[in-house]
């Protein structure tokens, strides 16, 4: 994976570059990032090109819960929070749906996932579910509850994190009474 930028620190002109792009020995993965195209396919070229390009980002609501196995939607968009106070990032592929958060809502609950050898911040289960709860009206109240049950099913579940996220949420009133019902 090589950005723009650090080809040109390292010597690389851009001709060379989009020369290297044109020949097929690097191929572009989103504007400003390339890989070098004989390497294997990534096994999720979505997330590993947007947590290269918003560094700063954590990948949360659908796409988390998609990594996770959460959910049977697709995601047709990379859900990606940034810090309240950072400017948003343009990227023009994938298409990307930004939030932003802030204090804990933003810092508790990330995780660095490895994917094809890269480092990959997404929020936990927990976390995600009670993000989702947050977000219910923006990604769908079915969304968030098909999510909680596919939790619930699962062996490894902490409820009790699922409830300390929740209040971080502010969403433990919305989320327990779903709760409730599915234990």
Not at 52 to 64: D, E, F, K, M
Not at 75 to 91: A, C, G, K, L, Q
Not at 117 to 145: H, L, M, W
Request: net charge positive; hydrophobic share 40%; aromatic share 10%.
């Amino acid at each position: 994976m090589l950005r723009t930028t650090e080809a040109i620190r390292a010597g690389i002109a851009p001709r060379d570059l989009y020369l290297m792009r044109d020949e097929g020995v690097v191929e572009p993965l989103s504007r400003g990032v390339y890989r070098l195209a004989a390497m294997t396919p990534l096994s999720n070229p979505d997330l590993v090109s947007v947590s290269v390009r918003i560094t700063n980002g954590v990948v949360c609501l659908i796409s988390a819960l998609s990594f996770h196995e959460l959910t049977t939607q697709v995601p047709h968009e990379v859900y990606v929070v940034i810090d309240r106070f950072s400017r948003p990032p343009r990227v023009d592929y994938p298409p990307v749906r930004v939030f932003k958060f802030s204090g804990e809502a933003f810092t508790e609950g990330v995780e660095t996932h490895r994917i094809d050898g890269f480092q990959v911040k997404i929020y936990n289960p927990e976390k995600t579910i009670a993000d989702c709860f947050k977000f219910r009206n923006k990604i769908g109240s079915d969304t968030a509850i098909e999510a909680l049950k596919f939790y619930v099913r699962r062996r490894r579940k902490d409820i009790d994190a699922l409830m300390r996220y929740a209040g971080i949420c502010r969403v433990e009133k919305t989320i327990r009474p779903y709760l409730e019902a599915l234990l």
